[in-house]
């Protein structure tokens, strides 16, 4: 089934009381997500903040590693999540946060979660209604189970890169080492292929067609045979990816650490130019 929910798809769930909807928005740069949310989100719906919740400290695991668990219980039971729950997590657009959600839920052993595609801002398009109204949602139960999908370290991100497809989906001239606006260093984990996130998805940040995401994927060597990994800077876009290649039936493990993680060890090679 589809990881993906339209607005006029979600609009019906909601009016039946069928899913309980998470508002991920957040900004690597500018305004921060909690700004973001306060200036407008779905009704009903609490905020879940990436940084906090679905990531823990920046440090050797990079600046998003996994969340602690019991941090990701506390703060997903506080919006309110129980066991049985469906969720929907959305953003302000690109579903990027959002499937950082998506695949932290997943990580978590909760599977019933899909992603709103093109966000706030398709729910608007759609003609539904946006508050300022902050909820107070009843304690949930949900328990976390950590680790119910693969994960990627970086012994696991170097393997994929020989023995299958690590994808790099930042920014091509990021990845060829050209210019590093976040992290220390610039350059990719050596063997990684360039696929940036931006060309699966559309102009209104809505996620290609399944039909056009397979060529995308397959001109970058990756098909549903083949063991794939998903890297960017800090393990979120690598999400995003992620969740592009989900909707093609292609089972795709992110390296949470990605880029900022990797070169937290000195000892690691770098490499630099274009794809091989």
Do not use: K
Not at 65 to 86: H, I, K, S, T, Y
Not at 210 to 233: F, K, N
Not at 264 to 274: F, H, K, L, N, Q
């Amino acid at each position: 089934m589809s990881a993906l929910i339209t607005a006029d798809d979600l609009a019906t769930a909601r009016s039946r009381g069928e899913v309980r909807v998470l508002d991920v928005q957040y900004a690597l740069t500018g305004t921060p997500g909690r700004e973001l949310y306060a200036a407008g989100h779905l009704p009903g719906a609490p905020f879940l903040d990436l940084d906090t919740a679905l990531a823990g400290p920046p440090g050797a695991g990079g600046r998003h590693p996994l969340p602690d668990p019991e941090v990701l219980q506390a703060a997903l039971r506080a919006c309110g999540v129980g066991d049985d729950d469906e969720v929907v997590v959305y953003d302000q657009r690109t579903s990027l946060s959002a499937a950082r959600a998506w695949w932290v839920l997943r990580w978590a052993g909760h599977p019933q979660v899909r992603v709103l595609d093109g966000g706030l801002a398709a729910w608007v398009r759609a003609g539904e209604p946006v508050t300022t109204d902050v909820p107070s949602p009843e304690p949930g139960d949900l328990v976390v189970r950590a680790g119910s999908v693969p994960v990627l370290d970086a012994d696991g991100a170097a393997a994929m890169a020989r023995h299958g497809v690590l994808l790099d989906v930042r920014a091509p001239e990021r990845y060829r080492g050209e210019v590093e606006p976040i992290d220390p260093e610039a350059g990719h984990v050596p063997g990684a292929v360039n696929l940036p996130m931006t060309e699966m998805l559309a102009a209104d940040g809505t996620f290609l067609p399944p039909a056009r995401l397979r060529e995308v994927a397959a001109a970058a060597g990756v098909h549903r045979d083949t063991p794939v990994g998903t890297s960017c800077g800090s393990g979120v876009t690598a999400a995003q990816m992620a969740l592009a290649l989900h909707e093609v039936r292609i089972d795709a493990v992110p390296y949470v650490g990605s880029w900022s993680g990797w070169i937290a060890d000195p000892s690691r090679p770098r490499a630099t130019g274009p794809t091989p």
